[in-house]
């Protein structure tokens, strides 16, 4: 008889470690070291030199993969490196499909990095199963879609973008970043490959950069290793021991990161200054149905805009005391952005414009203070901002 397998939580905790076989110590250890000494050529444990294999990298690879319900993890040195990586598993003269409304490092890097070199994007709507269906060449290898999006919070239906891509040898990718694995599970719904900034939800504590690519496919995951090895973007070990330290308690975090977002979005949604309310768990939202449907939450993050524009926005952002006026998101404090100024500066105005990203726009990575203090906090900001 086979064991039932593991749940959520408990992979979170345990998957891809084990106590230390020389101590006994429960928490994988922190690995300081370049090299291994072989036995004799092309004989070691395993490991050779850290840039190609690291213990400590390899235990927070396979926690992610468990997490993701995928067969292999990958670990990158940030989120671009490992978007990269994906984007360098195509060649010149292919072609993706990518959503409209993404990150602005998402943005850059495909823009001003990857079109030198031949790779050709098209930024369109992937709520709209029509418009990627349309945007499909026959040079179209890869569709890269964010959803919830940033920062609009738009939601792509997984499953829909996958049955357009399938028999089209198209891949599909997609960035769970917003929704994290205790939310969303890409794999499971078709997807070829997950990618995330672990920075966020996964490392949960604003004190690390990495990245990670998680895939079911064999032939992708040897491709992706031959890539983080010849090129290196390799995380170190205290950074790995920091992410894993942080997805032991990813389900709880995410259970308060999404009670008080849902709180304050309610509470938004009915606040006489608010022009727009851009949160998937209101009923009001476009992608309320899709996300709820392959979400078990509508995470932490919100964006808005107020009566009043540009201005107003950045008054407001500049008057918060809880909510701390920074770059990022998905840590156990909030924080509180100007996109247009700060995260998606790299966009063109034209372009941000023409997706909906307005110069007015805020963003809230909501995190898991008290509501009551958050609430406040909020609400006295936007009073102050008032001309």
């Known amino acids: 008889m086979t064991e039932p397998a593991m749940k959520f939580d408990t992979l979170a905790v345990h998957a891809g470690q084990a106590p230390d076989p020389a101590t006994g110590a429960i928490m994988t250890p922190v690995y300081l070291t370049s090299t291994y000494v072989q036995e004799a050529p092309e004989k070691h444990k395993g490991f050779d030199y850290s840039r190609t294999a690291h213990p400590t990298r390899l235990a927070l690879e396979g926690n992610l993969a468990a997490l993701e319900g995928g067969r292999f993890g990958i670990c990158f040195a940030s989120g671009v490196a490992a978007i990269s990586a994906v984007i360098q598993t195509l060649s010149p003269g292919d072609h993706v499909v990518c959503g409209r409304d993404v990150y602005g490092g998402t943005y850059r890097v495909f823009k001003r990095h990857f079109e030198r070199f031949g790779v050709r994007f098209s930024f369109v709507e992937t709520s709209d199963p029509a418009a990627v269906e349309k945007a499909i060449l026959p040079e179209t290898k890869l569709a890269w879609i964010e959803t919830p999006s940033n920062p609009l919070l738009r939601v792509t239906d997984i499953r829909a973008v996958c049955r357009l891509a399938s028999g089209r040898g198209v891949r599909v990718a997609v960035d769970n970043t917003f929704a994290s694995p205790a939310l969303q599970n890409p794999l499971r719904l078709g997807a070829h490959l997950v990618v995330h900034s672990t920075t966020k939800y996964l490392g949960g504590h604003s004190d690390v950069i990495g990245g990670c690519v998680v895939t079911d496919d064999a032939g992708l995951h040897e491709n992706l290793r031959f890539i983080q090895n010849s090129l290196g973007a390799v995380p170190g070990p205290l950074d790995c021991f920091l992410v894993l330290r942080g997805t032991k308690t990813l389900s709880v975090r995410m259970k308060r990161h999404c009670e008080n977002a849902a709180t304050l979005a309610r509470r938004l ?60 998101l998905g840590g156990v404090e909030s924080l509180v952005s100007h996109p247009a100024s700060m995260t998606h500066g790299a966009i063109p105005r034209e372009e941000r414009i023409k997706s909906g990203l307005s110069d007015g726009l805020i963003r809230l990575s909501v995190g898991i203070e008290d509501i009551d203090d958050l609430t406040r906090d909020l609400e006295a900001a936007i009073a102050a901002s008032r001309p």
């Open 269 to 328: 949604s009915r606040h006489p200054d608010a022009a727009a309310v851009h949160y998937p768990g209101l009923p009001a939202h476009p992608g309320h149905a899709t996300a709820a449907a392959q979400m078990s939450g509508f995470g932490g993050m919100i964006s808005f805009e107020l009566h009043g524009g540009l201005e107003r926005a950045k008054r407001m952002v500049s008057r918060t005391k809880v909510f701390a006026l920074a770059e990022s």
